[in-house]
């Protein structure tokens, strides 16, 4: 569109100056026109409707049914017999996921399954003589005792070594125990008023019961204020 069509009559009777202001006008009226545009389109792709991450999982997974059929139908199984198609490497793997269960937290570690597993880890560290387990169930006719029993309660004997393992085990996770320490972070900003880690520690608990009393104290001392002349 030229000049003249906008104006919608003679162009050429305008002076120098109305034709300018014109020109403007136009392209004002052209720039709302591109901004009005632009404005409708980024709204609209701000409300377009996004895929989202279980769209897309759920896509995959009816993407896997789909090649997981074609796989049956090739092999002519059905649905209950899918685990043919995998290998023996493959399956090992998705078993160990099943298996696999999160760490017990809070109550959950004093249930009875944690203790359990705990056990079998300490156990672990204490070999089983067979041959000594044969021998003691052959010289003692009621091994397997129940409670109407009169040995109920009465502990067999045990080889002196199996003590020493016991107790070496024991004194082990003593030691592991005494060993463990939690990393604390350290501030090398921070002023030292401790001689050590236990000082330290008996500090922070002496500043959380008492800091708020001690503020000003502190602070004469700092400035030298505290003392008299």
């Given amino acids: 569109m030229t000049n003249e069509d906008a104006f919608g009559g003679d162009y ?9 202001l014109f020109e403007l006008r136009l392209k004002r ?46 092999n002519g199984l059905d649905l209950s017999k899918a685990y043919m198609l995998y290998t023996q490497e493959a399956a090992e793997v998705k078993y160990k996921k099943w298996d696999k269960k999160p760490a017990p937290f809070g109550w959950d570690v004093f249930n009875q399954k944690s203790l359990y597993n705990a056990y079998k880890k300490r156990t672990k560290n204490i070999p089983v003589n067979a041959d000594d387990y044969t021998k003691m169930k052959e010289t003692d006719p009621e091994f397997y005792r129940d409670g109407s029993s009169l040995q109920y309660g009465k502990a067999p ?36 008023d401790s001689i050590n880690d236990r000082n330290e520690h008996f500090n922070k608990k002496i500043e959380r019961a008492f800091g708020k009393y001690t503020v000003e104290i502190k602070n004469n001392l700092e400035r030298g204020t505290a003392l008299p002349d």
């Fill in 12 to 20: 050429t009777k305008l002076t120098g100056r109305q034709k300018k």
């Fill in 29 to 74: 009226n052209e720039a709302r026109k591109d901004n009005q545009t632009e404005i409708l389109a980024e709204k609209k792709r701000q409300e377009a409707p996004q895929e989202s991450r279980g769209i897309s999982k759920q896509k995959w997974i009816e993407d896997k049914k789909k090649t997981l059929g074609k796989l049956l139908d090739a």
């Fill in 157 to 192: 004997k045990l080889p002196e070594e199996n003590i020493d393992k016991m107790v070496q085990e024991l004194e082990g996770r003593d030691q592991k125990r005494k060993a463990f320490s939690r990393r604390r972070r350290f501030h090398e900003e921070k002023d030292v």
